[in-house]
């Protein structure tokens, strides 16, 4: 698990999706799409089914940690369309609201190694505001510890309580 640095935090960061797709697609570590259960409730909404339905055709829990069920047809996202196109993009999920800004990518190794040599986005656009970036690796990180029980897993190891308290104060 690669782990939150304030220092590469406080460079700025260019980014605009150019709608590849590249990040729906299961890939090593970035396998899977964990959702809270807000999440859930979201998606449901944006289909227009109950949570529960949802729940049972799309989601698997291992574990107790929700996902979205794997494409039986490619790495693709279940819900990735044709056109690169989500089809739930109204209620899309946290972990893809905040892509790229996690806590783990948050790091010169992983950005420079692993971000930016897969996501077109990276490097684009204009500078995303300090103040965004930062309620996205917040949110993230909240989502992450919602959905994976620290005693059991490590992955919500990845920003500090120290850290998090630091980007609480500077808002
Ligand atoms: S839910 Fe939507 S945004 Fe998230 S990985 Fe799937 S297709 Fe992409």
């Not at 570590?29 to 409730?41: A, F, I, N, P, S």
């Not at 995303?128 to 919500?156: G, M, N, R, Y």
Request: aromatic letters at 12%; glycine letters at 6%.
């Amino acid at each position: 698990m690669s782990k939150f640095d304030s220092k590469f935090f406080d460079k700025p960061f260019r980014f605009e999706c150019q709608g590849s797709g590249k990040c729906c697609v299961s890939r090593g570590e970035y396998g899977h799409v964990y959702l809270t259960l807000q999440d859930r409730k979201d998606m449901a909404k944006a289909m227009g089914i109950p949570t529960a339905s949802f729940t049972k055709t799309h989601c698997t829990n291992d574990d107790g940690v929700y996902r979205l069920k794997d494409n039986a047809d490619g790495p693709e996202c279940r819900f990735l369309n044709s056109k690169k196109q989500c089809d739930v993009y109204e209620g899309r999920p946290t972990q893809c609201r905040t892509w790229p800004f996690w806590p783990e990518n948050m790091n010169a190794k992983t950005w420079t190694k692993e971000i930016a040599t897969f996501c077109p986005g990276v490097g684009k656009g204009r500078v995303v505001p300090k103040e965004s970036v930062k309620t996205q690796i917040l949110e993230q990180h909240e989502s992450e510890l919602e959905i994976f029980d620290p005693e059991k897993f490590f992955v919500a190891d990845a920003i500090t309580e120290d850290q998090v308290k630091e980007l609480l104060k500077s808002k």
